[in-house]
């Protein structure tokens, strides 16, 4: 969660409001968009040093708003520049499917059912956001071209994170991997679905399954 809101503050000075809904909005497969989770963050941050903090009015209504620091950037800059072992995360909820042999067989079709559309519903919204992204990119480009040109503080700090001088290029390198991300995780889920339709289909009407007809297809459950 701290290296996300790193990330996110390397790009633009936000409020927590803000931080939750951008998180919410693009990636809340990522990292919790829960509230209380991101002020625990920014707190610890603070704390660190690798935040300041600001408030002003708006509308008559009190606002904290939050940048990076110089520290924040060296932090963010060594963790980004280790390597993403993007197959190496635990996932505990995995053991349900190891051990899914221990529940009634009628059962687990159901549980695999339901496996599956929890990801098409995950799906469903990174297909959502690829929409808007493809629709809205050009603009929201330009917004960030025009809001880092007032933000001198910002636009040289993300070019010292990446040694380059070129406004449009920076934002162009820093879009195309932000959508990158949101297609490895389209791709990501509808190979999980396929996976699980491949198993629900291999398994009999009432969840039963055969052990002697194991078929050690690569890519494919038994």
Not at 120 to 131: D, G, N, P, Y
Not at 158 to 181: C, S, V
Not at 193 to 212: A, F, Y
């Amino acid at each position: 969660m701290d290296k996300i809101i790193l990330g996110l503050l390397m790009l633009k000075r936000l409020t927590v409001y803000e931080i939750r809904n951008i998180i919410r909005q693009n990636f809340k497969d990522i990292c919790s968009d829960s509230l209380g989770s991101i002020q625990a963050a920014i707190k610890k941050l603070l704390a660190a040093q690798m935040l300041t903090c600001s408030e002003y009015v708006e509308k008559s209504v009190n606002k904290k708003q939050y940048s990076i620091t110089d520290r924040g950037r060296g932090a963010f800059s060594e963790w980004i520049q280790s390597p993403a072992l993007l197959a190496g995360g635990k996932n505990m909820e995995l053991g349900k499917l190891l051990f899914m042999g221990l529940v009634p067989a009628e059962k687990c079709l159901l549980l695999v059912d339901e496996m599956i559309a929890s990801l098409e519903k995950k799906l469903s919204f990174l297909l959502e956001v690829q929409a808007v992204a493809k629709v809205e990119g050009k603009a929201n480009k330009e917004r960030v071209i025009a809001y880092l040109r007032e933000d001198s503080e910002y636009d040289t700090g993300i070019q010292q994170a990446t040694q380059n001088a070129d406004l449009g290029e920076n934002i162009n390198r820093i879009g195309y991997f932000q959508f990158a991300t949101l297609q490895y995780g389209i791709a990501s889920l509808t190979f999980h679905i396929q996976w699980l339709q491949t198993l629900k289909e291999k398994m009999g009407p009432g969840g039963q399954v055969d052990m002697d007809s194991m078929e050690m297809e690569e890519g494919l459950p038994p």
